[in-house]
């Protein structure tokens, strides 16, 4: 079955966000979370500093009907640099105007809320947010409840 996903990018604090993202969604996470510790040593990759061995190389949350949200912190040792842009949202399209308004308030605890939760032109009940990490989500509910 064909699937897609949002991999998130942050310099240190994927923990955190994904964290805040298992409390939001509930859930687990796929085989748990990996670390660049985890990783065996190879001759194409030099060796991490110690502060960056407990950073994680990779998480997966299913959030909404099987839809993962994954994500890998990007530190500059590695030669990563993170610019947080306005170029993309996750968009979100739950079930029913209840869950809308359950996530959109969850996510939106120390972030800052663009666009109120309200009915649009196009008939869904539309809102957007930028979550405390800076990622940034679109909500279309069509349910009309």
Not at 78 to 93: C, S
Not at 104 to 123: I, K, N, R, T
């Amino acid at each position: 079955m064909s699937q897609v996903s949002i991999y998130l990018n942050f310099e240190r604090e994927t923990e955190a966000a994904f964290n805040f993202y298992k409390q939001v969604f509930g859930g687990e996470f796929q085989g748990g979370i990996m670390r660049f510790r985890d990783v065996p040593p190879s001759e194409k990759m030099p060796p991490l500093p110690a502060e960056d061995l407990d950073l994680v190389m990779h998480v997966s949350l299913p959030i909404l009907d099987g839809f993962a949200l994954m994500g890998s912190d990007a530190p500059k040792s590695m030669g990563f640099r993170i610019t947080a842009g306005n170029n993309a949202y996750i968009n979100l399209m739950p079930a029913t105007r209840a869950e809308t308004r359950r996530i959109f308030s969850a996510l939106s605890e120390g972030g800052v809320v663009e666009q109120d939760l309200q009915e649009m032109f196009w008939g869904d009940y539309y809102g957007s947010l930028r979550d405390r990490f800076g990622i940034q989500w679109m909500f279309n509910c069509s349910a009309k409840e």
